[in-house]
């Protein structure tokens, strides 16, 4: 699993989504989605550039089971977290019926980069 492209990679898609929300929002005037917006580029393309631009300078980080567990981790995470954020905020499911989602999406990223941290600690 070559970690570093991996995360590189699906990093732009996240990047290519949140510049497409952006244009969406600024050519309808409406921003409500904007913490969408921020989190996919935070979450989806900042956190991921710099994962797979340490793991592509630390090449024994990737060599791991930590690796690939904060790579897998970080995926479901922010995937779910992202989706559950646009439903809410977009109006399209409730706070009350998808915010137990929240914390184990939370969870899964939280016990990525603590993953992430143990390999750095051990590699760097």
Known sequence: MAISRNFLLIGTVYLLVGIGLGSHMGASGDHSLSPVHA????????????????????PAMAAGALGRAHFWLHQIGA??????LFLMMSGRVAAESIGPVFPLAELAILAGVLCFLVNLWRHA
């Open 79 to 84: 995937l779910v977290l992202l989706l559950a």
């Open 39 to 58: 989190h996919i580029n935070l979450l989806g393309f900042v956190l991921m550039a710099v994962f797979g631009l340490a793991y592509r300078v630390l």
